[in-house]
């Protein structure tokens, strides 16, 4: 197994289409951010895929839906951050989110009166707190979306997206939720067509995808808080895998969560202390999320973080 370094990584690999696109939207909405002295997050979101063909019909994927990025958002625009949010293509967006075709269907919301569309009362009270929330976000232009779909893309846009919101420093937080594969198919052994059945059974070689936070830490966004996430299936890994992300990548904060219970319990790592979080079976029944609590511990770290950086 090869292991691509950080540096050739975007010489070796094609951008995505519209980077330069991106590019353009992300300074704009910075600009317009500073004009406001706004803080700004970058929430990464979903899970990435890893193709096996150029023209792709088959894919490496893995199980996240989004729900901690894209619930993450509400709450940073709750505490008055305007939030970049890097998502997987078709993975839960914020506000939408509330109504997925897998939970809440909108259309059992809705009823027909003569020819008018009407929200059924039952669901009144509870779609017209999150229409408010989303239209707050879009008339003060808090919310910019870009989607991904592969890991090559997801990097290339987190690369850029990080290197323009470094020129705020500090005022700038980076939460890294999406569930990034560790794998990769580099371009040089990627086949062209769909590929055949007839060879019989199917090898996969990948690649080790480079560490990327590493460069981020050190010279995209050298200034910001930086927060990663660690997820784990075996309990006695994951403290000490948490743990091992702070020493090597030296960034601020490792968010620590396990795949069963990663609703309920997340553990945040620093350099100097280990503190869980936890939603009591009280807090989960009358439908609140961890991301509340995340991210309001966040907001008080982030406060310390630019309250430093002027001593
Ligand atoms: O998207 P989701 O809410 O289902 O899952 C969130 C998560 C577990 C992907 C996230 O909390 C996380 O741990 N992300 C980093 C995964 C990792 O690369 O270790």
Known sequence: MEIQGEDDYFVKNTPPKNIEEVEKKTKEFLNFQ???DRR???????????????????FVDNFSAGTRGSASVEYFIEQGYAVIFLYRQHSLRPYSRHYSHSKNCFLDMLDIDNDNIIVNNKYNSFMKIILEKYKKAKAENLLLEIDFFTVKDYFFYLNKITKILSTIEEKAMYYLAAAVSDFFIPPERMVEHKIQSRAGGLNLSLDQVPKFLK????EWAPKGLIVSFKLETDPDLLISKA?????RYGHQIVIGNMLLTRKRVVH???KDA??????SDEELKNGMEIE???ISELKIKHDNWIEQSKN
């Open 215 to 218: 460069p981020l830490v050190s």
């Open 274 to 279: 280990e503190r869980k979080i936890e939603m």
């Open 34 to 36: 500073i004009e406001k």
């Open 243 to 247: 743990r091992q992300a702070l020493d």
């Open 40 to 58: 700004v997050v970058l929430v990464t979101s979903g899970g990435t895929t890893v193709p096996l063909e150029n023209q792709t019909v088959r």
């Open 268 to 270: 945040f790592i620093t």
């Open 292 to 294: 509340t609590k995340i």
